[in-house]
C-alpha cells in the first residue's frame, strides 16, 4: 500500500459554505485530519496592536516598493479587521492545521488520486501543498494519535475566527450503520453503506417503510433482495402476494406457501 499527503495551507476568506464539503463527498480512499488550536485572546489583541502600529508608520513613510506596499496594506487591513471582530463581536482568535492522505495499491493511482484531490481543492479555493520531504509525519497526523508536530505546524497554520470555524465542520452528510442491520444501499452523497435494523425497538419505533418508483426501477427486486438478506438473519417473514410473484422465492428458500382464495 502506497500513500502521499497534502497540506492545505490556505483558502477564501470569503467562503462561506462548508470548507471540506466536496473533499469528504468523494469516494476516495484517504484519511482527513484537522488540528484546532485556541489563542489566547488578550496576547492576541496585544500582538494585533503591535503589528498594526508598525505597519501603519510603513505605510505613511511608503518607503517601500508598490508590491510591497499592497501586501502590507492587505495585512495591515486583515489584522485591524480581526482585532476588531475580536474587541467589538466576541470572537475568538485560532490555528487550524489541515492535512490530507490518499493510498492506492500502486504509484501510479496514487499520483492520480493525489492530482485528483488537488484539482478538488483548487477548484474550491483551497490552497494546497504537497509534503515532500514530510510524508511521515503527515501520516501520523491522520491516524488517531493526536500528533501535531512542529515542522508541519509551520507550513499549515491558518488563523481562523471562531464564527468560521463551522464552515470547517468535517461532517457534512450522515450515515446509517446498525450492526445487527442489513445492507439497503449507499448514501448518495458519500457512497457510504447503510445498513438499517428495521426491528431494533430500541432505536426505531416500528419497522414499516414504503418503497416508491417508476415501472421496472427495480422495486420488486430490491423487496426480494431484503427477504433473503433477513432471511440470512433467520427472521420470520410474511408475504401477502395477490399477484403471486414472490412464489418462486417461496419455493427457493423452501417456505411454505399458501393459497387463499380462487
Known sequence: MYYSGLIIVDYYREYTDIIFKELINTNINMNFSCFYEKQDTYKTIKDLTYYIGNVGVDLKQGNTNREDIDIAAYSYNDAKYIRKEIQVNNEELYY??????VYSQTIEETEYLLNKVEGILSSNGLITRRGNFRQEQIFFTCTPCMINPKELKEAGRRNILSNSLVSTYPFVSSSICDEEGVFIGTNIY??????VDRFNKEKYKNANMCIFGTSGAGKSFYVKSLILRHRLLNISQYIIDPEREYDKICNFLRRKFNKIGS
Open 190 to 195: 458519500n457512497n457510504s453503506m447503510i445498513i
Open 96 to 101: 487550524i492545521y489541515t492535512y490530507v492522505i
